[in-house]
């Protein structure tokens, strides 16, 4: 599932190619894509209709672009293998295509793409007030670590307050969103922890030291367009990621640690998988 930097990838190409201009309109090809629209496809594209569509934005995992009325944002997830593609008119529709955006200037259009149907669309009422036009939906989801106005303090405090362990909390997208399997691994390797640490035993310098690993992981994924497994993940051009290149933990079982050297281990985890040096990372002492 596309994590924080791949999501902000799909984003500032939203807020290049999409926001500002006008819908034609749009065709809904598969009810499943907008089954968060509790209307149904044909109110959907309606309500988008002439639209002028706004500045795209992001939170965690969420996409939203803010419709011309200012009271209302069409929010997107991505799902496992959604993607939003910026495509000429002319390229020949893709085989899981269900969702189409035109537009008046009679440009590129946007087209959402989901082979396994996890991720959506819909169009949702936005917080009063908020210039942003945040839709309602959003609002118990943590704001993420390259966010500006992520509260540092705040988090690190509510981390050691839960009663829970490390990798569970950096799942929490109640507490930080936007961090996934991948880079919840990444950072954990980075500041040498083990992914069932109680958050309880962390001191403040650590959980500190935490936060600024997964920063500086999404950041450097970021950099590079993110990371790409296969052909699920790509950006609205279509091009893929590079970060799988550059990852020290995350699907390198049997691999040497780029530290230690000890083969890295892969642990079955809440029906996932933890990829740890069990060296560098040694587990927590049993209470």
Known sequence: MPELPEVEVVR????????????????????RSVRRHLAGGDDFAARLAGVVLGEAHRRGKYLWVPLGDGAHSM??????????????????????????????????????VDQRT??????????????????????HIARDPLDARFDDDAFVTALRAKRTTVKRALLDQTLISGVGNIYADESLWRARLHYDRPTA???????????????????????????????????????????????????????????????????????????????????????
Do not use: K
């Open 201 to 287: 035993t962390l001191t403040r310098p650590l959980a500190t030291e935490l936060l600024r690993h997964a920063r500086e992981v999404m950041s450097a994924a970021l950099a590079v367009g993110g990371t790409t497994f296969d052909s699920l993940y790509v950006n609205v051009n279509g091009e893929s990621g590079y970060f799988s290149r550059d990852l020290d933990a995350y699907g390198r079982e049997g691999e040497p640690c780029h530290r230690c050297g000890t083969p890295i281990r892969r642990a079955a985890w809440m029906n996932r998988s933890s990829y740890f040096c069990p060296r560098c990372q040694r587990p927590p002492r049993p209470q």
């Open 12 to 31: 500032r190409g939203l807020a290049r190619w999409v926001s500002g201009r006008t819908v034609a309109d749009v065709q809904v090809l598969h009810p």
């Open 75 to 112: 929010v997107g997830h991505l799902g496992m293998s959604g993607q939003l593609l910026v495509q000429d008119p002319a390229t020949p529709d893709e085989t899981h295509l269900r969702v189409r955006f035109r537009f008046a200037d009679g440009g590129r259009e946007l087209r959402f």
């Open 118 to 139: 996890f991720g959506g669309l819909a169009v949702e009422p936005a917080e009063p007030g908020d210039p942003e036009a945040t839709p309602g939906s959003l609002a």
